[in-house]
T-cell receptor, first 113, second 114 residues
Framework: GQQLNQSPQSMFIQEGEDVSMNCTSS?????WLWYKQEPGEGPVLLIA?????ELTSNGRLTAQFGITRKDSFLNISASIPSDVGIYFC?????????????FGKGTKLTVNP | NAGVTQTPKFRILKIGQSMTLQCTQD?????MYWYRQDPGMGLKLIYY???????DKGEVPNGYNVSRSTTEDFPLRLELAAPSQTSVYFC?????????????FGPGTRLTVT
C-alpha cells in the first residue's frame, strides 16, 4: 500500500519551545490532514489542507500543504504541557474517496514543564 | 452531540470466540469507517460504508464483517477471534461531499485475544 513517512518518530522538548514535524511521500495527495491522539482516546482532527501551497493555522498550530503535493508540515509554537500526544498526518490519494486516507505512523511529542 | 461513541471500551476474548464492537454516531454522517491501530503503526482501514445498506472492504478486512442497517450504527463483527486481532479499534464518521476526508473518531475499543 501507499506509505507516508512521518518524522521525527518522537520529540522531547521543553515547555515554550517551538515544534516542527513533517510527512513525506513518493505519491501525490489531494488532501492532507493532521490529527492529535492523546492516551486512551481517538484521534482528533486539528487541521485539514485542500490546496497545494495552502497554509492554515489553528491557534498555536500551523500546517502547510507542500507545493509538490507530496509533503506536509505541522508547526506548534510556544509548546505547553497539554500538547503532549501523538500527532498523525493523513493524506487522501487522488484516485480514491474518503476511504483512501493513508495515515502516517505518528510523531510522539513529550513536553517537559 | 455525543459525536462517535464506541462500546465496549475494553474486552478480552479467548481464541475462537466471537464478538461485536458497537459504533454509533449522532452527527447524521453518511460515511462511517472502522480502523485498527497496532502499536507504533498508523491506522489501517478494515471496512467502510457510504450509507445505510452499503459497505465495502478496506485494506485489512479478513476476519471481520460489518453491516449498516441505519445511518447511525455501524457494528463490526469478529467471528473467530485470533491473536492477530489484538489491537485498538476505532470507528470514525464523516460527511459526504467535499469535506468527506475530515473524519471524526470515537474513543476506541481495546481488544485482547488470548
Amino acid at each position: 500500500g501507499q506509505q507516508l513517512n512521518q518524522s521525527p518518530q518522537s520529540m522531547f522538548i521543553q515547555e515554550g519551545e517551538d515544534v516542527s514535524m513533517n510527512c513525506t511521500s513518493s505519491s501525490i495527495f489531494n488532501t492532507w490532514l493532521w490529527y492529535k491522539q492523546e492516551p486512551g482516546e481517538g484521534p482528533v482532527l486539528l487541521i485539514a489542507l485542500y490546496k497545494a501551497g495552502e497554509l492554515t493555522s489553528n491557534g498555536r498550530l500551523t500546517a502547510q500543504f507542500g507545493i509538490t503535493r507530496k509533503d506536509s508540515f505541522l508547526n506548534i509554537s510556544a509548546s505547553i504541557p497539554s500538547d503532549v500526544g501523538i500527532y498523525f498526518c493523513a493524506g487522501q490519494l487522488p484516485q480514491g474517496g474518503s476511504e483512501k486516507l493513508v495515515f502516517g505512523k505518528g510523531t510522539k511529542l513529550t513536553v517537559n514543564p | 452531540n455525543a459525536g462517535v461513541t464506541q462500546t465496549p471500551k475494553f474486552r478480552i476474548l479467548k481464541i475462537g470466540q466471537s464478538m461485536t464492537l458497537q459504533c454509533t454516531q449522532d452527527m447524521n454522517h453518511n460515511y462511517m469507517y472502522w480502523y485498527r491501530q497496532d502499536p507504533g503503526m498508523g491506522l489501517k482501514l478494515i471496512y467502510y460504508s457510504v450509507g445505510a445498506g452499503i459497505t465495502d472492504k478496506g485494506e485489512v478486512p479478513n476476519g471481520y464483517n460489518v453491516s449498516r442497517s441505519t445511518t447511525e450504527d455501524f457494528p463490526l463483527r469478529l467471528e473467530l477471534a485470533a491473536p492477530s486481532q489484538t489491537s485498538v479499534y476505532f470507528c470514525a464518521s464523516s460527511y459526504s461531499g467535499t469535506t468527506s476526508y475530515e473524519q471524526y473518531f470515537g474513543p476506541g475499543t481495546r481488544l485482547t485475544v488470548t
